[in-house]
Every structure is written in structure tokens, then in C-alpha cells.
């Protein structure tokens, strides 16, 4: 494996693994709640995924160029609370799944609600996703998954090739890994060790379980980028998350 280029952790360059030129990705903890946002570039291109928090988000968005689209894996206020900002300050299309829109669109008020701070509204989307429909990124295919219940509109992110994942935690240190199999971001249906939350509104055990199932048929050496937490692979899951576990 050889890396090229600068080191800078807003910057990633190419990678190669085996000879094969591989997406790059950093990882941001933001918020009071510390959700994952994703910075994913391919070619020139970049997706950012779940900008959950505008305090802060300004640092990372503007050293990123040529942003594809902003992507929400659903609509709770902690994925979509720095979506107006990275819109102003990218100038990319927002995406969500249709069923998180309402949601979504009501993310300041909760914020408000539950956390006393003030956020701005999450702007309407400029297009829906859905099952089976793709994302390319300076030529990588990032495949939408719909795995509903922790909310009525969450989906994942599937890469199909390796993907180099450097994570900068916001007042913490920062640490890298990398993987030349596939790679899911799943939001928050699937997270090492736990699944997400199915007992608030909006949430449905029963999909949940379903969705968990069709994350669990995706090769064991797919690693997984949840929105909170450490990554993890299917595999490491299958074998020790009680709730995949319970699946089989």
C-alpha cells in the first residue's frame, strides 16, 4: 500500500491498495450528541454525509471542493442541523430519503426543544432518494439502501470497493483506518455493539428488524460507518451485536 501527497487531515489524497486507486473519507464527531459526519472523496469529487451540526461545520466544509451532494441518512436534528450551512457554503444539492422529509424540516424546533440551542432551519431537499438508486462521485457508484426504523425514511450508504476512512474527532485525536472491502454507511439503524433507538416517534421495531436482516446479508468483510460511534464490520456484528445475533 502507498499513499501520495499531503498529509493535511482535511485533504485526503488518493490512496492505492493492491494497485487500485481507492475513495478516501474523513469522519467528524459534531454536536453536543456527537454524530458522525462523513466526508466522502472520489475523483476530484466529494459527497458529505449527515452535517448534523453547524457550530464548527464551517472549519470542515470550506477546505472541501467540488461537493457532489449532501446526503441525510435520516431526518433526526443531529444528522441534518448543519444542512443550510454546508448548502451556503458548497452550493450542493441536499438529498434525503422522502419519508424524512417532515422530519427534517423539523429539526430546529427540536433542537430547541431538547437542547435549548438554536440551529438553522434544514432547507427543503432538492431531491428524494430511494431503494436501489445511486450516487456517483468522481466515477464511485455510492448505492442507496432503505433500512427503515429507527425512522420511516432511513437508508444507508453502500461502496462496493475499499474505502480509506481517516477520523478527526473534534477536540480529540484524530486516528485512520482503511479497508480494501466494501463499506456501508449506515446511520442510525446499525452501530457496534447496538441498533438504533425504535422506541420514538416516527420508529418501527418491526423495520427495523428487516432492515437490520438486509445489513446482515452484505459480505462479513464490509465495514460499517455508523452516525455515532466507532466503525465496525458485518461480520464483527453478526458475532457479538445481540440484535444482529438474534437474527440469525
Wanted: glycine letters at 10%.
Amino acid at each position: 500500500m502507498k499513499r501520495a501527497g499531503t498529509t493535511d487531515p482535511y485533504k485526503p489524497s488518493p490512496w492505492y491498495f493492491a494497485g487500485r486507486k481507492m475513495a478516501a473519507a474523513q469522519r467528524f464527531e459534531l454536536g453536543p450528541l456527537r454524530a458522525n459526519c462523513y466526508i466522502l472523496e472520489h475523483g476530484g469529487e466529494a459527497l458529505v454525509i449527515d452535517p448534523g451540526w453547524p457550530y464548527g461545520l464551517e472549519e470542515v466544509l470550506r477546505r472541501v471542493k467540488r461537493v457532489k451532494a449532501i446526503v441525510a441518512t435520516h431526518g433526526h436534528f443531529d444528522h441534518v442541523g448543519g444542512v443550510a450551512l454546508a448548502k451556503e457554503i458548497t452550493g450542493a444539492p441536499f438529498a434525503i430519503h422522502e419519508r424524512d422529509v417532515e422530519l427534517a424540516r423539523r429539526a430546529r424546533e427540536l433542537t430547541l426543544r431538547y437542547l435549548g440551542v438554536e440551529v438553522p432551519e434544514v432547507p427543503p431537499p432538492d431531491f428524494t432518494l430511494r431503494e436501489g438508486e445511486a450516487i456517483e462521485v468522481g466515477g464511485l457508484e455510492v448505492r442507496v439502501i432503505e433500512t427503515p426504523g429507527h425512522t420511516m425514511g432511513s437508508i444507508s450508504l453502500l461502496i462496493p470497493q475499499g474505502v480509506f476512512v481517516g477520523d478527526l474527532l473534534i477536540a480529540s485525536k484524530r486516528a485512520l483506518s482503511m479497508t480494501s472491502y466494501g463499506a456501508v454507511f449506515t446511520g442510525d439503524t446499525l452501530f457496534r455493539g447496538t441498533v438504533g433507538r425504535v422506541d420514538l416517534p416516527h420508529s418501527s421495531a418491526e423495520l427495523m428488524r428487516e432492515s437490520l436482516r438486509k445489513l446482515a446479508s452484505l459480505p462479513r468483510e464490509t465495514v460499517v460507518y455508523p452516525g455515532h460511534g466507532p466503525p465496525t464490520t458485518i461480520g464483527e456484528e453478526l458475532e457479538h451485536n445481540p440484535y444482529l445475533m438474534d437474527l440469525l
